[in-house]
């Protein structure tokens, strides 16, 4: 067959969200790859201009929708850097919780979205089963099911709920459980191994160099994690260890990038248990709203040549803000607000890894990047 | 247990990259500081570098050869039409040492490398870096790209163009990444000019589908 | 030579129309065409019965399709309608019992109690509950869903018919026939029971393997007159797998008839019947092609990268809708269905019941369709069970996977066949010992394959199935270097 572009986009069940990938294609085999970004920008950056630091927070929700909580998170560590807040030790555990428990919602939708593009809607289904369950928590915290407005300047919006510490657990004990479902279903069968296996082989140094971060970096067998090499919340004091695969020398295929997801949402659910055993004053105890133990006090303006940046552990890699204080109304709103889109900077590594490779390989190799496009696009 | 890096290397760890900074850069009018986020639980030290635009590209290959730095998280445009005289335009560039090493290899495999974090001493700790580079007023802002040393670079200068308006000198295939591929030659939106709130008038709010908006040739046609 | 049952559908036609016959035809001056007059007639209400009873057995299929796949899937919605008249949403109780006069909600309310204490959705996490809540677990034998099929009908008939502008139109609009009818012709050949079949030539086999062969060339038309790049990869995949599955599949079918000693559909169940054998226990090796093969065939997850939607959209039917995109989906059916009957026919012993002759004098009442069909759905059951449990393979792994695998394999399979036709069989019934020695083999081999799998091994080698080719960025003519 002669060479041909094809158009994969913005409306394909491959995209995970609007954008194009264009593939050039001999036959079945990808000879080049192009991506088109871009249909859902929303000038995010631009709005940030005009609505002072709190405001902002129900935008960064909605970078994405499938990590919300990271992502607010992510920003409010940005404000407090630049606004120079002590966090009280109680909210970051909330934060913790809060964010971890979003990391397992959010690579499980990562994993239910990728069956599908392997072709099951089996684990489709179970992922989603479980996800819910997540979001179920993440709504007794914040009060909604996607965008939760979660964090504040200075602490969190309130406090857990009575009760929630029993609950979560339970839940995360049940999630855990079913973990094993899912490597029943996947890891011990042929022809996803088939499919995933010696399939988007990407080396880690190269990844590096190119800006992927995260679970994506850490499939490489490259331990690198903000949350240790940066350290922001009491990472330091709850039970965790960074997951990193082992892959092969040619570099790491889209089974790495599964296993290192799968096991990231155990080390999470570790995270979110120890945290709740070890939150200062005692998980059941409730403070009302705005109580100093989950609030602390935090300034309105920030003066003219400040500025604050945070890098953050995004459930997609490494996101960052970078926030330059002395905008409009005295320092009330920011001058510059920059995200830096761990997606956006992988997309088109994730493109260049597909050259190579059949026309099948192009959602498992794409979707085991896990792309999100409200974030790539802002 | 979780694990972190030691606050005190990393201090000794951006001390010695500022030192070695010093003694390479002295007298080419760039500084290099060590400064502290102001807020968390841990005040990081970071390395803050204001950069003359003409040296950017042999000091971002010190900083990736010599320096180790090999990770470019974000490259961020400012305008600033009141500013100071040098400082009219500014590209603030966040880069990371995440000092990678290459995995060692084992037959068909590559081997893990997990080390504890804690015990991670001078070129093994991880540091952030600031660049700023400034600009005096002109019409066509344009800094060296330094692409070729750190492709992560690549879409972010093409985002930064794309939405500040600031070139980059020797970008390979600079286009429109976030805009729609036919917007017009010299419009971005993040330059100070445009703006979403006018006198009494929110364009957000108060005319949200642009129904309002009059063609810019209106009078002129009947 | 097995016998007929008490539903000799058949004979009441023949009778029928030679009646018929003889009284009009027969009453005329043009006597002498009575009988043929009366074949024909017969031929054509055994068509007609024939075509009506697949197309209402047809519904089953779709219902355990949806059914059986949302079971597995833990997906059980789309009847919460029926399950909340007792249950309720969220676990509320309607109580609309208690609205009744004078008490006689009273059974409402203890049906009720009942069956929420059986099958009520208690979870000690209340969104697993909640879940569990949506869901549908209760009177079964009201088939939930049973009717959504009619529904979809009716949708498809009143959607708009599109062809795209650039189109080649008459291909376009002719590969739904060709796949439709060849679909429709296979059931002509597939005989129900002993006396429900429509045609039975003494090469009813070959004919049938010969149709099933054409739908195949209608999604290449269909593929290429899209004037879409999507439908002519599909149409294409379509063309390239079908070298890879067919030849084993013939080579499968063609043991089982050496088996037989007979081209003949219903003489391959007779033999089995008479022969007290039936062929999964004789030729389980066959069993599996066959089962591997027609899943490719009929298309469907692991073997349906003709459409896969992930990175095909829809594949070569991406540009069809309306109605015949409908038809397209039940002629997809059909030819599942007809996979499930000839499975059943070739291997399961067709109409004999469950148990042979000692089950067989106590239910002499239940006609032969009846087993049949329900062996051909629990064999759909099977299908379902593949397609929720496994993922979509890659087309240069099925085509390795056929001839590397599937046609040796189908060959030894004809060794083994012709082997027991030739050696074994004495002309008369199977000793027990030969079913079983062969079976108890089969048994092992599948356990001993199962399990043997060495972790360090694993470990230890390169991941085996990469096919990555060294491409270079694209430019004129790199594809020849």
């Known amino acids: 067959m002669a060479e041909m572009w094809i158009s994969m986009g913005p409306q394909h069940p491959m995209t995970h969200g609007l954008w194009t990938l264009r593939v050039k294609v001999d036959g079945e085999t990808v000879i080049d790859t192009e991506p088109d970004l871009g249909y859902i920008h929303r000038a995010v950056e631009k709005i940030a201009e005009l609505r002072d630091f709190t405001k902002f927070t129900t935008y960064c929700d909605r970078l994405c929708y499938a990590s919300a909580n990271t992502w607010s998170h992510a920003y409010i560590y940005a404000v407090e850097n630049l606004l120079e807040v002590e966090v009280p030790e109680r909210a ?5 919780v809060a964010v971890e428990i979003q990391r397992i919602a959010s690579h499980l939708m990562w994993l239910g979205a990728y069956c599908p593009d392997v072709g099951n809607l089996t684990a489709f289904v179970w992922c989603l089963r479980e996800r819910e369950m997540m979001l179920d928590l993440l709504q007794e915290l914040g009060g909604s099911r996607l965008h939760y407005n979660f964090p504040r300047v200075g602490g969190v919006k309130r406090d857990l709920p009575i009760g929630f510490a029993q609950r979560c657990r339970t839940k995360i004990n049940l999630f855990l459980n079913r973990i094993q479902e899912y490597e029943a279903m996947l890891d011990e069968s042929t022809v996803f191994l088939v499919r995933t296996q010696g399939v988007g082989y990407a080396k880690p140094e190269e990844m590096v160099n ?25 990472y330091d004091e709850v039970d965790w260890e960074p997951s990193v695969e082992k892959p092969s020398i040619k570099g790491a295929d889209c089974y790495d990038r599964y296993r290192v997801r799968v096991e990231e949402m155990q080390q999470s659910a570790r995270m979110v248990l120890d945290a709740l055993d070890k939150m200062p004053g005692g998980a059941d105890t409730h403070h009302q709203h705005g109580d100093e133990a989950i609030l602390a006090k935090a300034p309105l303006r920030a003066p003219e040549g400040t500025s604050g940046f945070h890098h953050f552990e995004d459930s997609r890699g490494e996101s960052m803000f970078y926030i330059v204080g002395g905008g409009e109304q005295r320092g009330k709103f920011p001058y510059r607000n920059s995200i830096r889109s761990p997606m956006f900077i992988t997309i088109p590594y994730a493109s260049k890894c597909m050259i190579g490779y059949k026309v099948a390989d192009i959602p498992a190799i794409m979707g085991s990047f896990d792309p999100c496009i409200g974030e790539t696009d802002r | 247990m979780g694990m972190k890096i030691d606050m ?15 003694s390479r850069w002295g007298g080419t009018g760039l500084t290099m500081e060590v400064q502290h986020h102001a807020g968390g639980r841990f005040k990081r030290p970071y390395i803050r570098i204001d950069c003359p635009p003409q040296h950017w590209l042999a000091v971002a290959k010190w900083l990736r050869f010599d320096a180790g730095v090999d990770h470019c998280s974000m490259i961020t445009g400012i305008h600033w039409p009141e500013g100071s005289d040098e400082r009219r335009w500014e590209v603030v560039i966040h880069l990371m040492r995440m000092n990678v090493i290459d995995p060692p290899e084992r037959g068909n495999w ?11 001493q001078e070129e093994d700790v991880p540091l952030e870096f600031e660049v700023s580079i ?27 163009w794309d939405l500040g308006g600031i070139d980059f000198d020797g970008h390979v295939g600079m286009r429109r990444v976030l805009l729609p591929h036919d917007s017009p030659v010299g419009y971005h939106p993040l330059q100070k000019q445009h703006k979403l709130r006018y006198h009494d008038f929110e364009e957000m709010y108060d005319d949200a589908q642009g129904f309002q908006r009059k063609p810019v040739d209106a009078g002129k046609i009947k | 030579m097995a016998e007929g049952d008490w539903l000799d559908i058949r004979g009441w036609v023949e009778a029928l129309s030679f009646a018929i016959a003889d009284n009009t035809v027969g009453m005329s001056r043009f006597w002498r065409q009575k009988g043929t007059t009366a074949d024909i007639l017969t031929e054509l209400i055994m068509a007609v019965v024939v075509f009506g009873l697949i197309m209402t057995t047809m519904l089953v299929l779709l219902w355990i399709e949806r059914k059986f796949f949302a079971r597995i899937m833990d997906r059980r919605g789309a009847t919460m309608a029926m399950r909340s008249l007792w249950v309720g949403e969220g676990g509320e109780h309607v109580d609309w019992y208690g609205l ?21 959705s208690d979870h000690e996490v209340e969104s697993v509950a909640r879940v569990r809540d949506r869901s549908y677990h209760g009177i079964w034998w009201m088939l939930p869903g049973f009717f959504q099929n009619i529904a979809d009908a009716v949708k498809f008939l009143t959607k708009e018919w599109m062809v ?26 597939i005989p129900l029971g002993p006396h429900v079949w429509s045609a039975n030539p003494d090469l009813s086999l070959l004919f049938l393997m010969a149709i099933f062969g054409i739908a195949p060339l209608g999604v290449f038309f269909a593929g290429w007159s899209s004037n879409n790049k999507y439908t002519l990869i599909g149409g294409i995949r379509s063309a390239a797998q079908l070298t890879a599955y067919e030849i084993p599949l013939l080579v499968t079918v063609l043991a089982v008839a050496v088996l037989s000693g007979s081209m003949n559909i219903i003489e391959i169940v007779e033999f089995q019947m008479d022969m007290d054998g039936w062929n999964l226990f004789l030729l389980p090796l066959g069993a599996a092609l066959f089962l591997i093969t027609m899943i490719a065939e009929v298309e469907r997850i692991p073997f349906d990268m003709p459409e896969a939607e992930a990175e095909l959209v829809e594949g070569w039917w991406t540009e069809y809708g309306g109605l015949r995109w409908g038809l397209l989906f039940m002629a997809e059916y059909l030819r599942a269905y007809a996979a499930c009957l000839l499975f059943a026919i070739f291997f399961l012993g067709g109409w004999e019941p469950f148990g042979g002759n000692l089950v067989a004098q106590y239910t002499a009442f239940i006609p032969g369709i009846a087993w049949l069909l329900i062996k051909s759905w629990l064999m759909f059951a099977v299908f379902v069970w593949v397609r929720a449990s496994l993922h979509r393979v890659r087309t240069d792994q099925i085509l390795e996977f056929g001839w590397r695998w599937l046609l040796p394999l189908s060959l030894v399979n004809l060794g083994i066949a012709v082997w027991l036709r030739l050696w074994v069989w004495q002309g008369e019934v199977w000793s027990p010992l030969v079913p079983g020695i062969i079976t108890a083999i089969a048994v092992a081999l599948f356990v001993l394959l199962a399990i043997d799998e060495d972790p360090e091994s694993l470990e230890g080698r390169e991941r085996p199935y990469s096919v990555h080719v060294k491409a270079g960025p694209a430019g004129p003519g790199t594809h020849k270097k």
């Open chain 2, 110 to 120: 590559v081997e893990q490398v997990v080390r504890d974090a804690s015990i991670l």
């Open chain 3, 164 to 189: 795209p502008t650039k189109a080649d139109k008459f291909v376009f609009e002719v590969a739904p026939f060709i796949i439709i009818s060849s679909t429709i012709m296979l059931f002509a050949f």
């Open chain 1, 92 to 96: 970051e555990y909330i934060r913790l």
């Open chain 3, 100 to 120: 009744l006069p004078f008490g006689t909600g009273a059974p409402f309310r203890w049906l009720n109690r009942w069956l929420n204490k059986v099958a009520g």
């Open chain 2, 134 to 160: 400034c600009l005096p007023d002109t019409r066509t802002p344009s800094v060296p790209s330094v692409q070729q040393v750190w492709v992560g670079a690549d879409w972010n200068e093409k985002e930064t």
């Open chain 1, 210 to 234: 190119h800006g992927v971060t995260g679970p994506n970096v850490r499939a490489g067998g490259i331990n690198y994690d903000v949350r240790w090499a940066h350290p922001y919340s009491v």
């Open chain 2, 8 to 22: 005190e290397a990393a201090e000794v760890a951006a001390n010695l990259v500022v030192a070695q900074g010093r």
